[in-house]
């Protein structure tokens, strides 16, 4: 008998139930379904569904796998932001309120007519030195 995958791994038949006979009469047996010769045969020749249908499913398959992965991150943050309403009124209690009125009030107190342009070390000057010489220089300047 000729070697054909769908047969091969049923056990060993008979002569005529090989050759498509069956055992029950003459009629031949029906070509399995997903086979070249059965419906799938001419379809599965045709390279677009063989390679282009598969990579199209791995697309919008993909899309929608990452739209969930996703939606599972902004979940998780969502989560985490859920504060008690008594802890979070605490929070909200001991922070530091600050207004623009009182920052502009700081930036009036300090003189800022007065400073002094101090040139950082270069990459081959030793930076210890360098500071320490700038704070000469500026301690002899104020006496």
Known sequence: PS????????????????????AY??????????????????????????????????????SFGLREFAQVRYDVQKVKRKIDPVLEAQLNKNKNKTSIDSEYQKLQEQNLDDWVNIRGPRPWEDSRAHQEEQRKNLNASNT
């Open 25 to 62: 009469g003459a009629a031949s047996l029906p070509p399995p379904p997903f086979t070249r010769s059965g419906v799938m045969g001419p379809l599965s020749r045709s390279r677009t569904l063989r390679f282009g249908l598969p990579m199209l499913l791995l697309i919008a398959g993909g």
């Open 3 to 22: 070697s054909n995958l769908w047969f091969d791994f049923l056990p060993q038949r008979e002569e005529s139930v090989a050759r498509g006979a069956s």
